[in-house]
C-alpha cells in the first residue's frame, strides 16, 4: 500500500491500546476498604472486593473500576471531616457503599433502607449510590432514569456528573439490547453530554462513546471507515484504539479483510 514502515510509522500502534484495569482496581480498593475501617460501627468485608460481574462460561467481565473505588474513599474522607467518623449517619453512607460495591459481583443487591430523618446530604449521597448500584446490576434504564433526575436537583452534589452517567448507562443499554429505540435514546444523551458548557464533567468522552454506540448499530459501515483511516498515510495518535475497533468488528467475519489474514498469517509462523 505504499506505507512507511520503520520505528516511526510504528510509534502509534505501539501505545496500548486499553490498559489492564486489574492492578489500579485492585489497589484503588484497598484504599476504600482501609478509608471504610475508620467509621465506627461498619462491617467486616471479605478480603477482597470482586468488583467483575459473572458471564457465561464460568468468566467474568470486568463491571467497578479504580475511580469508582477512589472516588468513594475521598468522598468518605469529606463526609468524616464534615460529619465524623462515629456519626451514625456516615456509618450509614457506608453501609450503601458497601450495597453498591457487592452489586459490583452479585446479583439482587437492594439498597439498605434510609431513615426518614436522614440529613438532606446524605438522602443527595444515598440516591447517588441507588442509581450507581442499579448500574452495576445492569439495570441500564433504571440508573439512567435516576441519573437524570440527579441531574435536575440543583442540591445535588452529585449534579455535576448527571450528563455523563446518564450517557454511560443508556450506552450500556444500547449495547445490551441492540434495539432502535435504545440506539436514539444513548444518541440523544450523548448529543446533550457534548453539547453542554465547555467542561462539562467527562464531556470529552461523547466521542468515543458515539463510536461504540455506531460500532454496535452499523458495524460495517464503521469497520469500513476504520479500513480507511488505518490504509492512510498516516495513523492518528490513537490508532490503536481504532486497530483494536478494527479487529473485532472483523473478528467474526467470513472472509477477514486482507491486512487481518496477513497479520494471522505471520502469527501462525511464529
Known amino acids: ?154 442540591q445535588s452534589p452529585w449534579r455535576p456528573m448527571a450528563l455523563y452517567l446518564t450517557a454511560r448507562a443508556l450506552v450500556r443499554q444500547a449495547r445490551a439490547t441492540k434495539t432502535p429505540q435504545a440506539f436514539a435514546d444513548a444518541h440523544r444523551a450523548i448529543a446533550a453530554l457534548a453539547a453542554a458548557p465547555a467542561g462539562t464533567f467527562a464531556q470529552g468522552q461523547a466521542a468515543s462513546m458515539t463510536m461504540i454506540v455506531n460500532e454496535r448499530e452499523t458495524p460495517a459501515k464503521i469497520a469500513d471507515a476504520l479500513n480507511a483511516e488505518l490504509s492512510g498515510p498516516s495513523l492518528r495518535e490513537d490508532a490503536a484504539v481504532d486497530f483494536r475497533d478494527y479487529v473485532d468488528l472483523n473478528d467474526k467475519v467470513t472472509q477477514p479483510p486482507q491486512i487481518l489474514d496477513w497479520i494471522a498469517t505471520l502469527k501462525a509462523k511464529t
Open 1 to 154: 500500500h505504499g506505507l512507511p514502515v520503520g520505528h516511526a510509522a510504528g510509534a502509534g500502534l505501539s501505545v496500548p491500546c486499553c490498559n489492564s484495569p486489574d492492578q489500579d482496581t485492585w489497589d484503588q480498593s484497598q484504599t476504600w476498604t482501609a478509608a471504610r475501617v475508620a467509621v465506627t460501627g461498619v462491617a467486616a468485608l471479605p478480603e477482597m472486593i470482586q468488583p467483575d460481574r459473572p458471564i457465561a462460561n464460568d468468566a467474568t467481565a470486568p463491571n467497578c473500576f479504580g475511580e469508582a473505588f477512589a472516588e468513594a474513599a475521598s468522598t468518605l474522607q469529606n463526609r468524616i471531616q464534615s460529619y465524623g467518623a462515629a456519626s451514625p449517619w456516615v456509618k450509614a453512607w457506608v453501609d450503601g457503599q458497601d450495597a453498591v460495591f457487592k452489586g459490583c459481583s452479585t446479583s439482587g443487591v437492594a439498597m439498605p433502607a434510609l431513615d426518614p430523618a436522614a440529613p438532606a446530604w446524605l438522602k443527595a449521597d444515598h440516591a447517588y449510590q441507588a442509581a450507581a448500584l442499579a448500574l452495576y446490576q445492569g439495570d441500564n434504564a433504571g440508573a439512567a432514569a435516576d441519573f437524570a433526575a440527579i441531574g435536575r436537583d440543583a
